[in-house]
Nanobody
Framework: QVQLVESGGGLVQPGGSLRLSCAAS????????MSWYRQAPGKERELVAY????????SYGDSMKGRFTISRDNAKNTVYLQMNSLKPEDTAVYYC????????WGQGTQVTVSS
């Protein structure tokens, strides 16, 4: 079955960087687009970044543009999220997502930006 496993979260100071990874299994990874979402306490889940199946096209939420980069390695069945210039408002649980006849979500990884 489809499985998505995120890793790479943690505590980072404002202005710092983190790289999240999402290892996918159970489906033909190279055929499907992938996304990162995040959810902060008391807020709705929001789209962070999206990448097409071959990686040729990406899109980002407005507050992430210029700071975050989504990429994928289809040989490793992994999607990445490089986050730079992190701000306290980036604190959230970050989720990996794909749609294979229905939505699938990982368990999430906590990112905390604080001094």
């Amino acid at each position: 079955q489809v499985q998505l496993v995120e890793s790479g979260g943690g505590l980072v100071q404002p202005g710092g960087s983190l790289r999240l990874s999402c290892a996918a299994s159970g489906f033909r990874f190279s055929s499907y687009a992938m996304s990162w979402y995040r959810q902060a306490p008391g807020k709705e889940r929001e789209l962070v970044a999206y990448i097409t199946n071959a990686g040729g096209s990406t899109s980002y939420g407005d507050s992430m543009k210029g700071r975050f980069t989504i990429s994928r390695d289809n040989a490793k069945n992994t999607v990445y999220l490089q986050m730079n210039s992190l701000k306290p408002e980036d604190t959230a649980v970050y989720y990996c997502n794909t749609w294979v006849w229905r939505d699938y979500w990982g368990q999430g990884t906590q990112v905390t930006v604080s001094s």
